[in-house]
């Protein structure tokens, strides 16, 4: 994202690709931290750094934390408040059920992953692969509590099979 403030911009990651870390510093209200990892370029000619960072005006990074804030909250409006019924429709998927899409705003999240679920996890539901070859830290958060939800799914079927034999 480019924020552009008269003759100063910043840019940035989506706020969809806040990592688990950077979110941790958000929650903690590690502001300095936060913008250090989350700010890819600006136009200031000096190297992004957690010293530097306090050069931004407060009221830049206001609106960029603030962004950070709306996107969590959509997501906790959006997905994490539907985690049941998310968690369902991973447990129907390994089952092999087709899952029809209906209108939540949920499908906006699940759109990109659904696919490609299967293939982070062993045949025990463990996670052995993640969506990016950086550590778990570095993982988007929000790709990586679906991706929980969806091993929560798949535990469940698991457990399923278990029981019949």
């Known amino acids: 994202m480019l924020y552009e403030f008269d003759n100063d911009w910043i840019e940035t990651k989506d ?4 990592s688990i ?19 890819l370029d600006w136009s200031i000619n000096q190297k992004i750094t957690e010293k530097t960072i306090k050069k931004i005006k407060y009221r830049y990074m206001s609106f960029i934390i ?9 997501f906790d409006k959006n997905v994490l408040k539907e ?5 369902k429709i991973f447990y129907l998927r390994f089952k092999g059920a087709k899952v ?18 299967p293939y982070y996890f ?5 996670i052995i692969h993640l969506p990016k070859t950086a550590g778990i830290e570095d993982q988007e958060w929000e ?13 469940e079927v698991l457990k399923e099979q278990n029981n019949a034999t």
């Open 122 to 126: 062993d045949h025990r539901g463990n």
């Open 66 to 74: 603030r962004d950070i804030g709306r996107e969590i909250e959509r």
């Open 21 to 39: 870390k950077e979110k941790r510093f958000f929650e903690t209200q590690r502001y300095t931290k936060l913008l250090q990892s989350y700010i």
């Open 15 to 18: 706020p969809k690709e806040l």
């Open 100 to 117: 029809i899409k209906h209108g939540e705003n949920f499908w906006e999240y699940l759109d990109d992953l659904i696919f490609e679920i």
């Open 143 to 155: 790709k990586m509590k679906i991706i929980t939800m969806a091993q929560n799914g798949l535990k």
């Open 83 to 87: 985690e049941k019924i998310i968690t």
